[in-house]
């Protein structure tokens, strides 16, 4: 029985699975962008995610975890090279998978998975001016928070005010 194993075994063993998921992250950290089945780029985002934030601490420590994961000197230099410059500053979400159709073949559903901070295409800072402004713009809670109460007391307190005044105006007439 399966009960409580939530990842995608992809139809692998343990070990097969681990040798593609170790094949398909050096790929993409060489290529920065490949083309594969939907249920494998989605593995592989949850697989490469956590290598590349611990990318960003360039300790003897971290190299070595992330070695232990790919086996692979080249995919290394250039995870803690270039990918940590660039994605120093994001706080997740260094992948995207783009759904591309059906393959002719088999039918199964294709993607691309990139790296996010690659792409000059989508990327709105380096479309616009060749450069970000620093900080990242999030998504907040629907339902607005504490800055639309806030800006709610504030409109109604400004329309009491005004009432008070031509209350106030009129008695002086």
Do not use: W
């Not at 994001?90 to 691309?112: H, Q, S, W």
């Amino acid at each position: 029985m399966r009960h409580g194993k939530k990842f995608n075994h992809l139809g692998r063993k343990s070990a097969h699975r681990k040798a593609l998921l170790k094949n398909l992250s050096i790929a993409l950290i060489e290529h920065k962008r490949i083309q594969t089945t939907l249920a494998k780029a989605k593995a592989l985002r949850r697989h490469v995610e956590p290598l590349i934030t611990k990318s960003k601490t360039n300790s003897t420590h971290s190299r070595r975890v992330v070695f232990s994961y790919l086996q692979n000197k080249e995919a290394i230099k250039e995870l803690f090279g270039p990918i940590a410059a660039e994605v120093g500053n994001r706080p997740g979400g260094y992948c995207r998978v783009i759904r591309t159709g059906f393959r002719k073949g088999d039918g199964a559903e294709m993607a691309l998975i990139e790296l996010v901070d690659f792409n000059k295409d989508y990327s709105p800072k380096r479309a616009d001016s060749g450069e970000g402004t620093g900080k990242k713009k999030r998504r907040r809670r629907r339902g607005g928070g504490k800055g639309a109460a806030a800006a709610a007391t504030a409109a109604v307190a400004a329309t009491a005010e005004e009432a008070v005044e031509d209350v106030a105006g009129d008695e002086e007439e």
